[in-house]
Each structure stands twice: as structure tokens, then as C-alpha cells.
């Protein structure tokens, strides 16, 4: 029998997942985290990737979800400044589709129901005389600037991990939960570790159920939970091409099918396009784009900018399972996204709670409110305390990121710009711990491409759970656009001998 008995065992590390062990870790309940893959392997590194309130959600009269979301922009910022930024929105007006007076009052409630400080306010503009009007077709002339915030989600998920695990909590990747039982007033889970093939049990006072997408199918292997119905699997897909315009700004682009997709600057050289909508029926884990959906996106796109987007300028794209708690509406597009907590507790015996919904914006509400959750079960510890805190790298000392990456730069004068911004990006203030004592680019080891040097990859291995090349080339980084065939050899290589060294 394990000798160690948590408080707390979350099964999930997507965003809710490591939201809720690092705030749960954080008010002193020890935690121990499952993960059956790599950390955000699942929907978490699947999104659009913007921390907003929502406009569409508007038009379904969601406002306390849209309320909810849009105060998280800033808080969010402020916790995250390195891998959370702002950005302007252009929407432009299209004539047949939705009329003006309905664009600005939405804009107007979005401006104003959700505790906006910093970011600057909606207005109107002239997309004939605009930058943003430049890539369009002729002819557009009202549109509206707005507001939101984008995160790197995957880096979001790594962050909360190791948070979580830097005050204590246990993160377990490439571990997953098989069965649990309860045994009085604990749990018994067993989990099977992947990479070594063995199984062990872990004991728990409580059980979360934060598998995303996952979370019915988890609910099967727990005792006597065979047939539960929760979640509504929503299908969403993405395609990422060269960029189509040289300016900062996104798009919100309205369909005549009434939905919306985006257009958004993406990793300085590409603009990713998304997204679809569409009722999946199968496994998440086999989730891919479809050639319906591909033409759906470039087409779209292709009714906004004078240059058609077509399939053959897709360099990537990828998909993901929206798990949207079930609420019986008959399209996908309108399940709404807030998020349930259900809670399945029976006197005397060890309590399960399982997340169902939500989005990237609203997870750390969702850990504060699961803590509610945690603190009436096992006896309350410590304060809620997320808000206002920062996430590793975070703690910009100095400002804004401008103002760090200047000083980041006078620090490591020896690497270009663009290399020290996406360190400054990726990894904040640790990028300093990354770079050490480093006086020339040769100190930072082999050079794979794309400036992603050999201490790099150590510090994701070490620090960051990374263990294959695509941990690295397209969760840890995006720099799987720009390395090709032999660098990424050069990558395995190099992995081969670390395996084959100390962290074997
Ligand atoms: P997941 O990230 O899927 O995490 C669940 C984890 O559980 C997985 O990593 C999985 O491997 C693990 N797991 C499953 N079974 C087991 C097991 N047996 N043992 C151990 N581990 C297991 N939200 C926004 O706020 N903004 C957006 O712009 C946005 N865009 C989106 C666009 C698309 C196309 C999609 C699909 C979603 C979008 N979302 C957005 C929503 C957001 O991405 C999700 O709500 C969020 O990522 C869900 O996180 P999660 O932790 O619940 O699930």
C-alpha cells in the first residue's frame, strides 16, 4: 500500500487541470497529477488561443460567461505578461450580415460589462483609409476596433504545472488513470506510468475529474459510474499559412451561416485562420482536420481578403475536441461555454468532482470555484490567492515586455533580437535562468535551427516535462513551422543521447 495519502488527486493536465493543482497546491493540499500524455496534449493546445469574453456569446444572451471572461483578460495579463498579450480587433461591417446598430451596441456592452482598465476601448474606423483595410477587398468602409487578449496555450497549461509543482504538488506526464475505487473515505487510483510500463496505486481524499474532452470516458473507469452522459464533444479546427498582411491587427470575420472566424497574426511570420464548429462523434485523441472543414476555412477567409486563401498555402493545421457541458441545444456553435462543476459525494465515502465545460479564459475562476468545492469537503487551508499572482517568468520587475526585453538584450548582447523575443516570449523572466552565465551563442550548445539551441531543450527536459520531439517542435515552441526534415533529425539525435544519459 502507497505511504503517501494526497488530498487532492486531479486526473487532466490541460488548463483545468493544472489550474486546479496549482491553486489547490498553493492553499496547502497536497497534490498529485495524472496526465496520460504530454501536458496540454489535449484541447488546451488546441485553441484559438485568445483570453476574451466572447462577442458571439452575446447574441445568446450569455452575459454572465461574457462578463465573467472579459475581467479575466486583464487579470490574466497581469499574471502572464510574457506569454499573455493584447491585442486590437477589426470587425468589419458587411453588408446583409448583421447591421451597424447591432455591431456597436455589442461592442458597447463588451466595452463596458466587464471591468476594463487597461486595454483601450472600442471605435469606430474607416477600413477605406485604415491599415487593417489594405489585405481586404474594395469596398469595405465601416468597421469597428475592439479589444481582447491572446495566450500561448500551451505555455499556460506548463506554467500552472510548474507552479503547481514548485510549491510541492506532484505532476505525473505520460501517466494515466486506468481505475478507481473508493475505500471508505479515500480513493484508491491506479495509474499506469507509459514509459516504463509499470502500474502503481495512489491513495487520495478526493477525486477530480478534469479530463476534458476525456471526462465520460474517465467517469467508466471509476466504480460504479458506467454510463454517464455529460459532455457534448464540439469538433474545432484551425490552418495556419504564410502571412497574408503586414500589420498587427486581427480580424472577426462574420459568416452568412452566422458564425465568425478569425484571422490573427501568428508567430510573427504566418496568420492562423479559425475556426470550425462541428458535433464529433469519436475518439478525441484521433481528432483531424477534414478536407470539408479546410475548404470551409479558406473560403470564408477568401470572401474578406483580395488575395483567395487557398488550401495549397496551408503550412499547418490542427484540431481539437471542445468538451461543452451538454445543455440539449441543437447546434454545436450554441452549446453554451460555461463551465459545470458536478459534484458526486455520498456520506462517508471519498468525493469526486468532475469539470465539465469552460474555456481557456475563465480556468483559473474555475480552479477558484473547484477550491470552494475542495474547502467545504476536506476543511478549508489557505485564502484564494490567484488573483494578483504571477506565473513563472511572469514577475516582470522592470515593466512592460518592451522595457525587458531592452534589458534582457543589454544582459545578452551576443543574440539577435528575434531570438531573445521569443525567449523573452516563451519562458519571462527564467529566461535568464535558461541563458546563465552564456557569453557568446556557441556557450548555448548545438544549434538545431531556429535558434533552438541545446540548453534550451535541456531546460524544457528539466524543467518543463518535455520528452520527444513534439513536446518541443509544437507545445514547448511553435518551432515546428521552421525547422525542416534534418533538423529535426539533428533534435531526435540529440534526445537519444540525453535518454541515454541522465535523464534515462
Ligand atoms: P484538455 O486540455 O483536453 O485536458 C484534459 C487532459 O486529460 C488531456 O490532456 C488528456 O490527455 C487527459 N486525460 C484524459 N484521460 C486521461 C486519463 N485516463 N488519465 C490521465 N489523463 C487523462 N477557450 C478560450 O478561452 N479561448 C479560445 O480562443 C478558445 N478557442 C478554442 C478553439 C477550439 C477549436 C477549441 C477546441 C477550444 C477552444 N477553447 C478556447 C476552449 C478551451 O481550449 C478548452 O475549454 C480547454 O482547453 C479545456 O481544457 P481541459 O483541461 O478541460 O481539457
Not at 486595454?119 to 483609409?129: S, W
Not at 474532452?213 to 471509476?222: A, E, Q
Not at 499559412?241 to 465568425?260: A, E, M, T
Request: net charge negative.
Amino acid at each position: 500500500m502507497p505511504e503517501t495519502v494526497y488530498d487532492i488527486f486531479v486526473i487532466g493536465g490541460g488548463v483545468n487541470g493544472c489550474g486546479i493543482a496549482r491553486d489547490a497546491q498553493g492553499r496547502g493540499y497536497a497534490v498529485y497529477l495524472a496526465e496520460m500524455d504530454d501536458l496540454a496534449s489535449g484541447t488546451s493546445s488546441a485553441a484559438t488561443k485568445l483570453i476574451h469574453g466572447g462577442l458571439r456569446y452575446l447574441e445568446q444572451y450569455d452575459f454572465g460567461l461574457v462578463r465573467e471572461a472579459l475581467k479575466e483578460r486583464e487579470v490574466l495579463w497581469a499574471m502572464a505578461p510574457h506569454i499573455v498579450k493584447p491585442l486590437r480587433f477589426v470587425l468589419p461591417y458587411q453588408k446583409g450580415l448583421r447591421p451597424r446598430w447591432m455591431l456597436r451596441a455589442g461592442l458597447f456592452l463588451y466595452d463596458h460589462i466587464g471591468g476594463r482598465k487597461k486595454l483601450p476601448a472600442t471605435k469606430t474606423i474607416n477600413l477605406g483609409k485604415h491599415a487593417a483595410g489594405k489585405p481586404l477587398r474594395p469596398g469595405y468602409g465601416t468597421g469597428f476596433e475592439y479589444s481582447d487578449c491572446w495566450v500561448d496555450d500551451a505555455r499556460l497549461v506548463l506554467l500552472n504545472a510548474r507552479d503547481a509543482a514548485d510549491k510541492g504538488a506532484s505532476i505525473n506526464t505520460r501517466t494515466k488513470v486506468i481505475a478507481a475505487r473508493r475505500a471508505g473515505d479515500l480513493w484508491e487510483v491506479d495509474v499506469l506510468h507509459l514509459g516504463s510500463g509499470e502500474t502503481e496505486t495512489i491513495q487520495a481524499r478526493m477525486l477530480i475529474n478534469a479530463a476534458g474532452p476525456w471526462v465520460d470516458k474517465v467517469l467508466g473507469t471509476i466504480e460504479g459510474r458506467g454510463d454517464d452522459h455529460n459532455i457534448r464533444l464540439v469538433k474545432g479546427s484551425h490552418i495556419v499559412v504564410n502571412k497574408l498582411f503586414d500589420h498587427d491587427y486581427c480580424y472577426i470575420f462574420q459568416n452568412p451561416d452566422g458564425r465568425i472566424i478569425f484571422a490573427i497574426p501568428y508567430e510573427d511570420d504566418f496568420t492562423l485562420i479559425g475556426t470550425t464548429d462541428q458535433d464529433y462523434a469519436g475518439d478525441p485523441t484521433d481528432v483531424a482536420i477534414s478536407s470539408e472543414e479546410l475548404t470551409y476555412l479558406c473560403d470564408a477567409a477568401s470572401e474578406y481578403f483580395s488575395h483567395p486563401v487557398e488550401r495549397a498555402q496551408v503550412v499547418w493545421a490542427y484540431s481539437g475536441v471542445r468538451p461543452l457541458f451538454d445543455d440539449g441545444t441543437a447546434k454545436a456553435q450554441e452549446t453554451s461555454r460555461e463551465f459545470v462543476l458536478k459534484l458526486d459525494e455520498k456520506p462517508g465515502a471519498a468525493p469526486l468532482l468532475n469539470v465539465l465545460g469552460g474555456k481557456l479564459t475563465t480556468f483559473r475562476v474555475l480552479a477558484d470555484e473547484t477550491l470552494d468545492h475542495v474547502e467545504n469537503l476536506l476543511g478549508a487551508k489557505g485564502a484564494p490567492w490567484t488573483a494578483g499572482s504571477t506565473l513563472p517568468g511572469g514577475d516582470f520587475a522592470i515593466g512592460s515586455f518592451a522595457e525587458e526585453l531592452r534589458a534582457l538584450s543589454a544582459d545578452y548582447p551576443f543574440l539577435l533580437p528575434t531570438h531573445l523575443r521569443r525567449l523573452l516570449r516563451q519562458y519571462g523572466t527564467r529566461a535568464r535562468i535558461l541563458l546563465g552565465d552564456a557569453k557568446r551563442l556557441a556557450d548555448l550548445g548545438e544549434n538545431f535551427g531556429a535558434d533552438l539551441t541545446a540548453r534550451e531543450v535541456d531546460y524544457q527536459l528539466e524543467a518543463e516535462w518535455a520528452e520527444t520531439v513534439e513536446d518541443i517542435l509544437w507545445r514547448r515552441t511553435k518551432l515546428g513551422l521552421r525547422l525542416n526534415n534534418r533538423d529535426i533529425k539533428a533534435l531526435e539525435a540529440y534526445l537519444k543521447t540525453r535518454r541515454g544519459g541522465e535523464i534515462a
